[in-house]
């Protein structure tokens, strides 16, 4: 992996066509919420395939918490699509036969040359692809599983809610004065409405 993606590190705004063929930037697809992203081997490799599998089982509990996922891929489109099919996962996945991820990172498999795969990665981002954690996947058990995410969730959205702590000073008063930019939640939901969003309860 290239020497400066590496906690506290920015990870490059990648555009790649999604499983659908639409162009996406890794930026959009993150928004403001953490992002976990795989870098693949791709559908043809078991190891892969199961761990999108345990991933695919964490993908509700992801959602709930304001996570984005995504999975990069140097296979082609069709076999996005099958793979995103057969691990049932819900999330983008992004095709780059051209190898643009593993050449510019420096993740090139050599040990595999007749498939030309990246070395798989998962790395948990905070907001504007900043680097939280990598994880080196090469081997099957150096790959996170829910409860290596979960934690590594729980560390970045402790940092970077204002709102994670409702006790927290200033926070009452924000609410109050009807300022709902401190709370995640109900800040989405005020630019989604087009006003500030006034209600009892929290949802996701």
Known sequence: MRCDITPGGILPN?????????????????????????????LYCPEEYQHHLELAGFQAKV??????MVTISTDDRPLVRDFRAAAGARW????????????????????DPDND?????TLVLKPDLVVHTVYNGYWFWGRPTADDLWLDLRAVTREIRPDWDL?????????????RSPFHKWARRS??????????????
């Not at 790649?16 to 953490?34: K, M, N």
């Open 14 to 42: 990648y555009a790649l066509p999604d499983h659908a063929g639409t162009v996406r930037t890794l930026s959009e697809l993150q928004g403001r919420d953490p992002l976990i992203l795989m870098l693949s081997r791709g």
């Open 92 to 111: 983008t996945f992004l095709s780059d036969p051209g190898r643009t991820v593993q050449k510019d990172l420096g993740i090139r498999d050599f040990t």
């Open 63 to 68: 959602a709930v918490g304001h996570v984005q």
């Open 117 to 121: 795969p990246m070395i798989p990665h």
């Open 167 to 179: 006790g927290t000073s200033g926070l009452w008063e924000a609410w109050t004065a009807g300022d």
């Open 191 to 204: 630019t989604a409405n087009g006003s500030a969003f006034r209600g009892a309860g929290a949802g996701s």
